[in-house]
């Protein structure tokens, strides 16, 4: 169908099944405005006759795990309710042209563009090319298109505006030039790669593949290309619970060094046994050595590697609890989990402004205000700059919100719920 075909099909309620499924029926009539807008945005740029195709792909809320992938660690993450939506329309060429909200138009030729290029790391046409010439040395199918985007996963909050973009490409081409038969995990390989290999930033695969699994999932990364990841049978809204996240309202824009220097200070120390991460090293041979280590590494790299063995022992519980719908068993686990970070990881704030502490402000009052209850909290995402996040129980949240919002603005306190679904073609 063309623009008004499309807008006509969803305004006539045509959409309103799988728009539900996606979002839930309360924002039914959020979402049937948000697509119809980005529809006639489209319009305005590309056409009104194009055929179109409309996708999704999920934000990620990381919930335990801080910092272990990278070093082939295990995490549990979420896929949010808040997402990167997209119209596009094929190309007969090889231009893919996008138009993100409030951004610039990005034009990549993919024929052209097919090697990194260090003057354009940092920036979206690296991950457009990255995405591309990944999805040719897999095998698979390319052609260009014409898509403009829109987001509520809002940049440097720690859902993962990123990655989430970095799939959204993989979901378009995936669902547009492949027959939808491309995996969603490796949609979220290909992504890493187009990250750390075009984007020019060393991350990890997990916000990647919680952005395009959907749903609660454990991850295992001891073998990277091969993850083992499960689907957890887990509703935290059934059981009470909202997942509030706090902006506080850093932004991870200058934090590169910062969060580089994690895993880099991880496989440091696993460099010191002849290993490249630290999934490769028992934690009592890092022991062991920490006086040869404390003389080579430093003791910030000691703290992280020990962060790193207990995270991934602490995953492995809250797993198990979650499977066993033991929710205190796993709050216990969140609540270690950030004093850990805080602690050891040493993520919570940077040390190159240490007067802006927005996230131990954020920590410090969610802990004055649930302290007693049935919750828990922690930092959320990368750290530095950002949010936290916190399980609140359904009657406290408005206490909470309106406490954080006082704090640090008015809807910097985000209520969330988790979806099935990850990247998606919805129409």
């Excluded at 042209?97 to 046409?125: C, H, M, N, Q």
């Excluded at 991950?127 to 985007?149: H, K, N, P, Q, V």
């Excluded at 022991?287 to 003389?295: G, H, M, N, Y």
Aim: glycine share 10%.
């Amino acid at each position: 169908m063309n623009c008004q075909d499309t807008i006509k099909y969803i305004t006539e309620g045509k959409l309103d099944a799988r728009l539900c499924d996606i979002y839930g029926e309360g924002a039914l009539a959020l979402q049937k405005a948000r697509y119809t807008e980005a529809i006639a945005a489209f319009a305005k740029l590309y056409g009104e006759d194009r055929p179109i195709s409309l996708y999704t792909v999920a934000g990620r809320s990381e919930l335990s795990g801080n910092h272990t992938d990278h070093n082939h660690g295990c995490v549990i993450a979420a896929s949010i309710d808040l997402d990167i939506i997209a119209v596009a329309a094929p190309r007969k060429d090889s231009v893919i042209r996008i138009k993100s909200e409030g951004f610039p138009e990005d034009v990549v030729d993919y024929a052209v563009y097919t090697a990194p290029v260090a003057e354009k790391y940092g920036t979206s046409e690296s991950i457009i090319a990255g995405m591309c010439e990944g999805f040719r040395m897999s095998g698979y199918t390319l052609g260009g298109f014409d898509a403009y985007t829109t987001s509520n996963v809002l940049k440097g909050s720690g859902l993962s505006s990123s990655a989430a973009f970095e799939d959204m490409v993989g979901n378009i081409l995936n669902h547009m030039y492949n027959g939808s038969n491309v995996d969603n995990v490796n949609i979220a390989k290909l992504a890493q790669f187009a990250e750390n290999q075009f984007f020019g930033k060393p991350c990890g695969l997990m916000d990647q593949v919680a952005c395009a699994v959907g749903g609660i999932v454990a991850i295992d990364f001891a073998d990277p290309k091969n993850p083992v990841i499960d689907k957890m049978d887990f509703d935290i809204t059934a059981a009470g619970y909202n997942l509030c996240i706090v902006n506080t309202g850093g932004n991870h824009a200058d934090l590169t060094d910062d969060y580089a220097s994690v895993p880099a200070e991880m496989k440091a120390v696993a460099a010191h046994f002849g290993k490249s991460v630290l999934r490769e090293v028992a934690e009592e041979d890092v022991v062991s050595a920490i006086p040869a280590l404390r003389e080579t590494v430093g003791d910030r790299a000691i703290l992280r590697a020990m962060h790193f063995y207990n995270e991934n022992r602490r995953v492995s519980a809250q797993k198990a609890a979650l499977a066993a719908n033991d929710l205190d068993g796993f709050f216990a686990g969140v609540l270690c989990s950030g004093r850990s970070s805080f602690c050891y990881l040493q993520n919570v704030y940077t040390t190159k402004n240490l007067s802006e502490q927005g996230l131990s402000l954020a920590l410090c009052l969610a802990e004055g205000y649930l302290s007693g209850k049935r919750a828990a909290w922690r930092v959320h995402g990368g750290g530095f700059a950002g949010t936290i996040q916190a399980f609140v129980p359904a009657a406290d949240v408005d206490g909470f919100r309106a406490m954080m919002d006082a704090a640090f603005g008015e809807g910097k306190c985000i209520v969330l719920r988790v979806r099935r679904e990850g990247a998606a073609l919805v129409l």
